[in-house]
């Protein structure tokens, strides 16, 4: 027994000097975490109150990504098809409801936009025709990427009409539009007729807890530091 007594103090120093590498990695990699958090923040910030610029046509689309295009101010005209219009679950400061997307059909091609948010008592169509309009119209919001994981812990049900995510693909798919654009526009606060729908309620937020999460790893290695010392000294 004695003689196992040393090994088992180097073994468990090792482990130790092991978690603690592990540590400052994990801590270093949360400080760069961080400054691509900023930087993102900043580039959002930067585009969400920019002039608008027109919504990106099919040439570009291959090349749409959340980093570069998400929350960026856009505009496009076109005429609303509101008979294909598919109302997405929404919790909001409003409360819960249903965001409104309509195609909006455009000379080259056609853009689901998010109208804004209705709550249960406005889902029908019928309770806010003084917003229906067949008129050519110019939309301004932000450009948002497309969300094909669903939401609320669960998943699209095309077939039942049951949608908890503005999946652009599968709503396309199911309202038969053609030359859909693969993302979604946040229609701005501009009023609509009648109240309803109510736009400019995008929520533009990041969590930025990188730091707290660098002090911990890095804690939790000086920690195992300190315990690999002590161990290494116990006699």
């Not at 608008?52 to 980093?67: E, L």
């Not at 219009?85 to 689901?112: C, H, I, K, M, S």
Request: charged share 20%; with cysteine.
């Amino acid at each position: 027994m004695t003689r196992a007594r040393p090994a088992a103090r180097v073994v468990l120093v090792v482990a130790l000097l092991a978690l603690a590498l592990t540590g400052f990695a994990l801590s270093a990699w949360q400080v760069q975490r961080r400054a691509w958090k900023h930087a993102l923040i900043e580039a959002v910030e930067s585009r969400s109150t920019a002039a608008p610029v027109p919504a990106p046509g099919p040439a570009t689309w291959p090349r749409i990504s959340q980093d570069r295009d998400a929350y960026r101010r856009v505009t496009i005209t076109g005429r609303f098809a509101h008979d294909r219009e598919t109302l997405v679950q929404a919790v909001t400061e409003r409360g819960g409801g249903y965001w409104v997307l309509t195609p909006l059909v455009g000379d080259r091609f056609t853009v689901l936009v998010n109208r804004g948010f209705v709550p249960p008592e406005k889902r029908d169509p019928k309770t806010r025709v003084q917003g229906i309009s067949s008129a050519p119209v110019t939309v301004t919001g932000l450009l948002r990427i497309t969300e094909p994981e669903g939401g609320f812990l669960r998943s699209n049900d095309a077939k039942a009409n049951r949608w908890y995510s503005r999946d652009i693909a599968a709503i396309a798919a199911a309202r038969r539009l053609d030359r859909t654009a693969p993302y979604f526009i946040d229609a701005d606060a501009a009023p609509n007729a009648g109240g309803y729908p109510v736009g400019g309620l995008t929520v533009i937020r990041f969590s930025d807890n990188h730091a707290v999460y660098a002090l911990t790893w890095l804690a939790l290695a000086l920690g195992c530091l300190f315990g690999a010392k002590l161990v290494w000294q116990r006699r």
